[in-house]
């Protein structure tokens, strides 16, 4: 799986003129467009409201008071359905024709310190979550391309990663039962982010043939 993960999301250009045009229309889409996309993407594709942020709800009390705690509202995977909704990627990235880009849009933070470690929320807010489901002897997890590779984890940071990337695990394989599909899913760091403060996961997920 780590393979063509590595394939195809790879800065290499790509094997045919139409998808060479890709990135291109995706930068001008995202750069001279950007406001247009966003509006479209929310009001469209997502029909949400202009607000997408959700009200808190509070730990101390039915209603907001002034020693009212607000719970921390970050991606699980039992997020309620208006929260929460997957669509295949209308600027999907070059991939074989086999894999589908699908993107979980999220109306709560998927990278918070509310549901990152401590010990490594440092490092996650700059690289990123990444993970695979549906694949036998998959290899090592492969940071988001573009993103500096850090020293190895420790022992105890793996720990804490596969933690903080339990709730997008257990979404992505109830999406995509591991008995049909292989996937690869991540997070992009905040900073790498194309939809700034609109949380998404991006899910490449390939049909297993049936043998």
């Known amino acids: 799986m780590g393979r063509w993960v590595v394939s195809f999301l790879s ?10 045009e890709i990135p291109i229309i995706h930068m001008n889409l995202t750069t001279s467009f950007f406001p247009l996309t ?5 009001h469209v594709r997502l029909g949400w409201a202009e607000d997408v942020k959700p009200k808190p709800t509070y730990a101390n009390s039915a209603t907001p008071s002034a020693t009212a705690t607000p719970n921390p509202m970050v991606f699980r995977a039992d997020l309620p359905e208006e929260y929460i909704k997957v669509i295949p990627n209308d600027w999907p990235y070059s991939v074989p024709l086999d894999v589908s880009h699908f993107v979980i849009w999220s109306r709560v933070p998927a ?16 690289d990123g979550l990444w993970g695979f489901t549906g694949s036998e002897g998959q290899e090592e997890a492969i940071p988001t391309v573009g993103v500096e590779p850090k020293a190895p984890m420790s022992e105890s940071e793996k720990e804490f990663f596969a933690q903080a990337c339990r709730e997008f695990e257990i979404f992505v394989k109830r999406e995509w039962s591991e008995d049909e599909w292989e996937c690869a899913w991540f997070v992009n760091p905040p900073r790498l982010q194309s939809v700034p403060g609109l949380a998404h996961i991006h899910v490449f997920a390939r049909k297993k043939k049936i043998t």
Not at 112 to 124: D, E
């Open 11 to 20: 800065s290499e250009p790509s094997s045919t003129p139409l998808q060479r």
């Open 38 to 42: 966003v509006e479209y993407l929310l």
């Open 111 to 126: 990278i918070s310190s509310a549901n990152i470690p401590l010990a490594i929320y440092a490092r996650v807010k700059e």
